[in-house]
């Protein structure tokens, strides 16, 4: 197969070039649009809360949306498209291999488990019948702030009956209508993951009591995903490592802390029936004379950091301010806004200079989601 160019790898622009494979199966034929090898974006899979996510980072999810706003002028019965196993990567939170990703036009193209598993079994496609221009006509002049909020005004109220499925080890989406196919294109292009949070999401298809699909990204989704993979790693080549995917996957979210160095990080944790420090933060907090969340709250998160500050406590950085002042409050560290953080600055004093150095990471502000219902927060795994 033709590889893509150097110079067009992480391109995600109108006419992007495609390859074009023709599947056949008794009665009838697909037509398989897939990236072309060489493509940069990577994405993975998994099921969490009763949801299957699609995830990526801010270069796949508009890679994606170029994919589905292409789709969604689709009239002709039996073209899907297809990122196959070349362009996806081991889930970022236990390193799950994930599942190759349909996209399904539902207005047009009939689609069951029969079809699923004779796709399935044709894969990898390596011989391509040709190259197509994938065309997005008016996505990039719906995108401008006041078109995408009249394009929002008007399709609000409309009604979603688009899935999103496992079927014969591929996850399926099929949107019904070409302007929900629109919808869920510009909702993916819109995602940013600049914020605090680093990740950011939108949900696929109708409410009942949950949503089937979801499209999450993370600022650091690659760096993540190799985490993940050491940790996964580690935790296997033990002997007395769990075998059972319930015990197996908070072991290893437990152990990618590890590798991160962020185990001290975990403030408030829960153990029995209540809340306590975690085993690492504890460690360092001993040297402020804290031994309890109770003591935590009653100095502060400041004078905590002032006295292990003064103890030369080996890895303290602002994040250990961050993450104290977000378990005295009952909130994720990564949830201190900017304003509370510069005042925590202030409150704390100048620096050392390693700790000046840290305190210089500066996060973009966040924008404003444009999908009406659909905000940004910290979400798990």
């Known amino acids: 197969m033709k590889q893509q160019r ?16 023709l599947v056949r199966s008794p009665g009838r034929a697909h037509t398989v649009i897939t990236l072309r090898p060489g493509t940069h974006a990577r994405f993975s899979t998994n099921r969490f809360h009763e949801t299957w996510h699609v995830l990526s980072d801010d270069h796949g999810s508009r890679l994606l949306g170029r994919l589905l706003w292409g789709m969604s002028y689709q009239a002709r019965p039996g073209t899907v498209v297809l990122i196959d196993q070349a362009f996806l990567t081991p889930n970022p939170f236990d390193a799950e ?10 207005w047009c193209t009939p689609f069951d488990d029969r079809i699923a598993g004779q796709l399935k079994r044709r894969l990898p496609l390596t011989k ?31 009604e979603h009956r688009g899935r999103v499925t496992r079927s014969h080890g591929l996850v399926v989406l099929t949107p019904s209508t070409p302007d929900e196919a629109r919808a869920w294109a510009l909702s993916a292009t819109s995602l940013d993951a600049s914020g605090p949070y680093g990740t950011d999401y939108t949900y696929l298809g109708p409410y009942d009591r949950g949503f089937d699909g979801e499209i999450q990204i993370f600022r650091r989704f690659r760096p993540m995903v ?34 991160r160095g962020e185990t001290h990080l975990r403030i408030r944790v829960w ?14 907090l001993a040297h402020a004379d804290v031994t309890t969340l109770d003591d935590l709250a009653a100095i502060g ?56 150095t840290a305190a210089a990471r500066t996060y973009r502000p966040r924008r404003a989601p444009t999908r009406p219902g659909f905000r940004a ?3 798990g795994r």
């Open 226 to 259: 190799s985490v993940a993979g050491r940790a996964r790693a580690q935790v296997l080549s033990r002997h007395e490592g769990p075998v059972d995917p319930d015990l197996l996957r908070p072991a290893i979210w437990r152990e990618a802390e590890i590798v």
């Open 97 to 106: 291999p994930p599942d190759p990703i349909l996209l399904v036009p539902g």
């Open 6 to 21: 150097t110079g067009t790898a992480r391109s995600v622009t109108d006419g992007l070039k495609l390859h074009r494979h």
């Open 128 to 158: 391509p019948e040709g190259t197509v221009r994938w065309q997005t006509f008016g996505l990039d002049r719906t995108l401008e702030p006041a078109a995408l909020e009249d394009w929002w005004s008007r399709y609000r109220h409309r």
């Open 377 to 379: 927060v910290p979400v």
């Open 301 to 356: 998160s400041v004078e905590a950091y002032r006295r292990m500050r003064a103890a030369d406590v080996r890895g303290l950085d602002l994040e250990m301010l961050w993450a104290m002042e977000g378990a005295v409050t009952y909130r994720d560290r990564r949830g201190v806004g900017a304003e509370r953080r510069r005042e925590l600055r202030a409150q704390l004093g100048e620096e050392p200079g390693a700790a000046v």
């Open 271 to 284: 153990r029995d029936r209540g809340y306590e420090l975690g085993a690492a933060a504890a460690a360092m």
